[in-house]
């Protein structure tokens, strides 16, 4: 066997990973939260609790205005501050974190749950950042 026929399926078995852990976070978003596009998600936002499942300081370096800060590391001590009878959005950079913790919260009996399509990455409403010196 070659060097290049090694190379190969060791790249195709890389690729074959990436598509799967892709694939598992679009059914784990699918069965545990509503995905909403920007206006939908500012539309409601102001009758929900929106949080940012980011670390603290990135938190700190720029949030959507009116998020609080709940970092995903700390969620399993965190999450019961949150209110099961109103909805809760969801956001992260891009999508990965927000649906994980929303499987987490569904497996907990939240049930009203909502991440931003795009989440931050792609977020053109009202920001906070920290002016850097």
């Given at each position: ?5 090694v ?6 078995s890389?690729?074959a ?17 509503t ?24 938190f700190?370096?720029?949030h959507?205005?009116g ?14 501050s ?18 994980r ?19 931050l ?7 906070k ?5």
């Open positions: 066997m070659s060097i290049w026929w190379i190969n399926i060791v790249l195709f890389i690729l990973v990436m598509l799967l852990s892709s694939l598992r976070v679009r059914l784990m978003t699918r069965r545990s939260a995905i909403l596009t920007q206006e939908e998600f500012q539309e409601g936002m102001r009758k929900a609790q929106v949080i940012d499942v980011r670390e603290r300081d990135e700190k370096a720029k959507i205005l998020a609080r800060s709940f970092p995903y590391t700390q969620l399993k001590e965190i999450y019961v949150l209110r099961k009878d109103q909805p809760i959005y969801i956001y992260d950079q891009s999508r990965a974190l927000s649906a913790t929303a499987n987490f919260l569904r497996k907990k009996g939240y049930t009203n749950l909502f991440i931003l399509k795009g989440g990455e792609e977020w053109t409403g009202k920001i950042e920290k002016k850097l010196d």
